[in-house]
């Protein structure tokens, strides 16, 4: 990816004063080399001012800017949508529902919508990458245990699979999250597939799920689970600041909507050493990702 450029507060009221602004600035993402067509990939239009549209000469296809993005068929200002994706991107604890609503005068039904099709553009961008190298692997759970419930692997609070990978130095490099409906063989092979580039070293405690899917693409190196020893350091610490992200911000969440913001705390963990860049990167995938529907979170 070409460098991004970082942007403050007092350039991003000069930048995008205006909905031609805003519309202006899209359009250069979503089309850095020049409108084409999503019908035929044709390269030449018309420009529909009077209704913001695009029309291919080739095949008179119309569409917009936010056509086939999250932002599909939003009523909000663009001005909103921008502010909404650099409110969400400079503050890196996360930003909540009731925050942006009071912030952009927005209901609050709206404001959660908006903020879930953010999300949902940062999950998108982040399954472009795979993990690789030498990679921590470890299950969590999230919620409260019910009264007389088991414990551990057997509990009822929701499970996650949490996979990091690490530098030469044994530096956390990208980590990677996702709710799963149980942690068998089966479960944890996909998860891995998906995730893990095929013949990476694999860490993990000695759980018994863990070692068939684990031995047939990785080279699987666990040992027995030692509290008082290092393993597993970095992903332990990782999942402690995501447990704080989401208790701290959002003050605790149903399983339901979970994986929405694992999605957002794994995006700017792999993006804090740029973290000046986020809001240009994080507009980069809002325009490359594809529309979510209201319905499709109720």
Known sequence: MAKQKRIGFLEVQEQFGSEEACRKYLVELRWPNGFICPRCGCRK???????????????RYQT????????????????????????????????????????LN???????????????AMAQRDDNYVLSGIVELDDTYFGKAKKGGKRGHGTAKTK????????????????????????????????????????????????????????????HDYQVFDA??????????????????????????????????????????????VHGEIFSRLACAVMASSPLRFADLT
């Not at 580039?197 to 080279?219: C, F, H, M, N, W």
């Not at 208790?247 to 993006?271: I, W």
Request: proline share 2%.
């Open 45 to 59: 239009y018309y420009q529909i001012s009077t209704r913001n549209k695009y029309q291919c000469k080739n095949c």
């Open 64 to 103: 917009s800017v936010t056509a086939g993005t999250v932002m599909d068929r939003s009523h909000l200002d663009l001005r909103i949508w921008i502010w909404a994706i650099y409110l969400v991107a400079r503050d890196k604890r996360g930003y909540s529902a009731k925050q942006l609503s009071v912030e």
């Open 106 to 120: 927005l209901p609050y039904n709206t404001a959660w919508f908006l903020l879930h099709r953010i999300r949902k």
């Open 160 to 219: 996650v699979l949490v996979a990091l990978s690490k530098d030469e130095d044994d530096n956390p490099q990208f980590v990677k999250m996702q709710v799963v409906p149980n942690l068998k063989g089966k479960t944890i092979g996909k998860f891995a597939n998906r995730s893990i580039t095929e013949g990476a070293i694999v860490q993990s405690d000695a759980y018994r799920s863990y070692r068939k899917p684990l031995a047939e693409k990785y080279l």
């Open 228 to 273: 008082d020893a290092d393993m597993l350091h970095w992903l332990h610490i990782i999942i402690g600041n995501t447990k704080a992200f989401v208790l701290g911000t959002f003050h605790g969440l149903g399983e339901k909507h979970l994986q929405s913001y694992l999605d957002e705390f794994c995006y700017r963990f792999n993006r804090r050493f």
